[in-house]
């Protein structure tokens, strides 16, 4: 089952806006990842964020996590059509034990129109 | 340094047969973690491989299997192949194998179809 639920599950903006993906997540966790997906190919990793930070922040994009609320959202500011594909939250587990598991979220479909 | 790589990219089977797939990870990395995609059940995890154990494993049936070789390529094999086996099949490598720590890298996958 997977753990993370993103919101929304697509997202249809003009190139030049922002967009916003927010996640939720149920266990506890070590870090919190944001994953991007081209059209049914290999994931790229964007950004990590560990659980005691509350927001980092990479070129366009801004992810700010809530421990408290065990929810997350990634920000890309100035959307290009370049930015269109599926984006993952993905949680890794708390403890050294548990591993590389990590348990991903259903995705968010984000479209950026020209 | 070169990234994970999988091979084949794309395998057409038929019901009831075996396959293996195979993951490169990067120079350095010793953690391998598989990953099945589907569009019914998203990103699942099956299993990871470290220093050539076992480590982790997901919820799936004992048909699918993995091993890790001492130079940390990994294969995953499916036997008995079922129509639901139809997936992208994932491979990734990370430094030290601690999702708590550090990000994973993906290979381009593995597209398979069974008939």
């Known amino acids: 089952s997977q753990q993370g639920e993103e919101d929304p599950q697509a997202l249809s903006i003009q190139e030049g806006e922002n967009a916003t993906m927010n996640c939720s997540y149920k266990t506890s966790i070590n870090n919190l990842q944001w994953y991007r997906q081209n059209s049914g190919r290999g994931l790229v990793h964007l950004i990590l964020?560990?659980?005691?930070?509350r927001e980092k922040h990479s070129g366009r994009l801004r992810v700010t996590l809530d421990t408290s609320k065990k929810s997350s959202s990634l920000l890309i500011t100035a959307s290009r059509a370049a930015d269109t594909a599926s984006y993952f939250c993905?949680?890794?587990?708390?403890?050294?034990?548990?591993?590389?598991?990590?348990?991903f979220g259903e995705g968010t479909q984000l479209t950026v129109n020209p | 340094k070169a990234g994970v790589t999988q091979t084949p990219r794309y395998l057409i089977k038929t019901r009831g047969q075996q396959v293996t797939l195979s993951c490169s990870p990067i120079s350095g990395h010793r953690s391998v973690s598989w990953y099945q995609q589907t569009p019914g059940q998203g990103l699942q995890f099956l299993f990871e491989y470290f220093s050539e154990t076992q480590r982790n494993k997901g919820n799936f049936p004992g048909r699918f299997s993995g091993r890790q070789f001492s130079n940390s390529r990994s294969e995953m094999n499916v036997s008995t192949l079922e129509l639901g086996d139809s997936a992208l099949y994932l491979c990734a490598s990370s430094p030290r194998g601690l999702a708590g720590l550090y990000e994973q890298y993906f290979g381009p996958g593995t597209r398979l179809t069974v008939t």
């Open positions: 993905a949680t890794g587990p708390g403890g050294e034990t548990s591993g590389s598991r990590l348990t």
């Open positions: 964020i560990r659980s005691n930070e």
